[in-house]
């Protein structure tokens, strides 16, 4: 079973055992408070994030508003992960790294198939004003979120806050290529869209396999 026991596994490892003290538990909370605010900016996100790509028929724009809602599921997995009991559960950890993993994985292949089908329909993206102030906004925030919850997951020896601090990273990085990709498709070079999302869904792979193993970023 996905969600089920692994024995000892990297998770398992990696999983506080029997966290008592009140740094821990202080980071817990931060961690879920952290997880909260950024569903909501994740909500917006996404709504601009696709909305803008629709407009301008870029798969690398939807397909980062689309990240948006696999960040938002890794957020919610952090938020059940640390509320009421399942704070101090080496299961729920092991439970909520697997969740993380597969929410990476979700993103890929949706990816993988809008690229052939642009392919093959021989779309191209237009140029974005909108998409293009949306991702670097993004380009501006994701950082910070990441880099906290990346240093809280270590603290907590929680490879799925890790992944959240992770993706939120992505997002950064993905909204960097998107603005990039917006750039070069204006100057004309259209193969910047698809090679954009192409990369996205690699990276979105490599990053659920590192989360399903249970792996904790410690810097």
Wanted: include cysteine; aromatic fraction near 8%; proline fraction near 3%.
């Amino acid at each position: 079973m996905i969600f089920g026991d692994s024995g000892t596994t990297t998770a398992h490892r990696s999983a506080p055992r029997a966290p008592a003290s009140a740094r821990w538990l202080r980071d817990a909370r931060t961690a879920r408070a952290l997880s909260l605010a950024t569903l909501a900016w994740l909500g917006v996100e996404s709504a601009l994030g696709i909305a803008a790509g629709l407009a301008a028929h870029s798969v690398a724009l939807i397909g980062w508003g689309m990240f948006s809602l696999v960040e938002a599921v890794a957020s919610l997995t952090v938020v059940w992960r640390f509320t009421g009991s399942r704070t101090c559960s080496a299961d729920a950890e092991v439970r909520a790294g697997r969740a993380v993993a597969i929410s990476f994985w979700m993103l890929a292949p949706y990816l993988a198939l809008h690229v052939l089908y642009d392919l093959w329909a021989g779309h191209a993206a237009r140029p974005s004003v909108f998409g293009a102030v949306v991702t670097a906004v993004s380009l501006v925030v994701m950082p910070f979120l990441g880099v906290a919850k990346r240093r809280l997951g270590a603290r907590l020896g929680s490879a799925a806050t890790s992944g959240e601090g992770t993706q939120n990273l992505l997002c950064a990085s993905q909204a960097a290529g998107v603005l990039a990709g917006i750039a070069l498709n204006g100057l004309g070079f259209r193969w910047a869209d698809p090679v954009m999302a192409t990369l996205l869904a690699a990276v979105a792979v490599h990053e659920g396999r590192k989360a399903w193993r249970g792996h904790v970023c410690h810097h």
